[in-house]
């Protein structure tokens, strides 16, 4: 063997080990693949999988076990946001906090963002170590003018202040909502959205967009992927961040042209614009009012829609 040789055989041995030893890590802590945790195959009654590929978790299609497996590895903190304003709140706030504390993200570290305009009677809870309260007074004097706008205008100073920097997912949900099983990791993503228990089942011709041209919530008629419901949205401290600032910059513009929308539709219009990459199925979100079809076996969280007051 000349030395050339003896060279490039050396070269090749090294390169070699470089790479068994990068497949062996990628192995370990690597990338988890939809098809790890998603068996859109397992069911036909329902919409599994979106036209642009985004998983819609229903039960029955994921397996939690893979994901659990690596948002431990990942040591991931979920923040949960929640506004408890005016005189119902309280008796709502601890029942959804009492049922969240047991059912979000349980092994997982939660921070509850609670913010309120007045200091609430919270119930004493058993809290274990991976949780924490933050509770944010919001000062206004506006409340009543628009309600929605005023709140998402404080989470997103909050998350841009310190949300973004205290977890990694953030979910941002209304106080008349209980959690009746397990809201686990399968609903992590960098933008969820939530699927309108009611419109879900219903033709899309007759979904209630904002149709008048002039709103920035303007979707035209044949078009729109789903109706989504506002009582949950998540994903990254940052993607909610850009939501939030889309509905701001929109409904202002809308106003100052005297052509107000509501939230919902302005949160519709953003994700028929920018699709989310999750959806979670009508059972994150069931009016317990209503029979569930047989679409829904397993209602994660019932929801008690009323006005905001
Ligand atoms: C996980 O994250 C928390 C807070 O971000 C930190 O205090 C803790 O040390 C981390 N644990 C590991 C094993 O990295
Ligand atoms: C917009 O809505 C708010 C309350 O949601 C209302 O007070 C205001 O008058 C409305 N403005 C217009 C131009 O419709």
Not at 137 to 161: A, Q, R, S, V
């Amino acid at each position: 063997m000349n030395s050339k040789t003896r060279m490039l055989l050396l070269v090749s041995f090294l390169l070699s080990l470089l790479m068994a030893k990068y497949y062996f890590r990628n192995k370990q802590g690597g990338q988890l693949k939809l098809s790890d945790w998603f068996k859109p195959r397992s069911r036909f009654d329902v919409i599994a999988t979106t036209d642009w590929l985004a998983p819609v978790v229903w039960e029955g299609l994921f397996n939690r076990q893979p994901l659990e497996k690596y948002y431990q590895k990942q040591n991931i903190t979920v923040g949960l946001a929640v506004f408890a304003i005016g005189k119902l709140a309280g008796n709502d706030l601890n029942l959804f906090l009492q049922s969240a504390n047991k059912f979000f993200m349980p092994g997982h570290r939660v921070i509850f963002y609670i913010m309120v305009d007045t200091y609430p009677n919270l119930m004493p809870m058993q809290l274990n170590p991976l949780r924490s309260f933050q509770v944010i007074p919001l000062h206004e004097e506006n409340w009543l003018y628009n309600f929605d706008l005023m709140c998402m205008k404080f989470l997103g100073e909050h998350i841009l202040e310190h949300i973004q920097y205290e977890v990694d997912f953030l979910f941002s949900m209304s106080t008349n909502m209980v959690f009746e099983s397990e809201f686990g990791v399968e609903t992590l993503g960098t933008s969820v959205a939530l699927l309108h228990s009611w419109w879900y089942f219903r033709n899309t011709k007759n979904f209630p967009y904002e149709r008048r041209l002039k709103s920035a919530a303007y979707i035209p008629f044949g078009q729109g992927d789903f109706f989504y419901g506002s009582s949950i949205v998540g994903g990254t401290p940052e993607n909610v961040l850009k939501l939030i600032n889309e509905y701001l910059k929109d409904a202002i513009q809308d106003m100052e042209n005297g052509v107000n929308s509501t939230y919902e539709k302005y949160l519709n219009k953003y994700f028929f614009l920018n699709k989310p990459t999750k959806l979670l199925s009508p059972e994150y979100s069931w009016n317990p009012k209503f029979k569930p079809p047989p679409q829904v076996r397993f209602v994660k969280v019932s929801h008690y829609p009323r006005a905001n007051f």
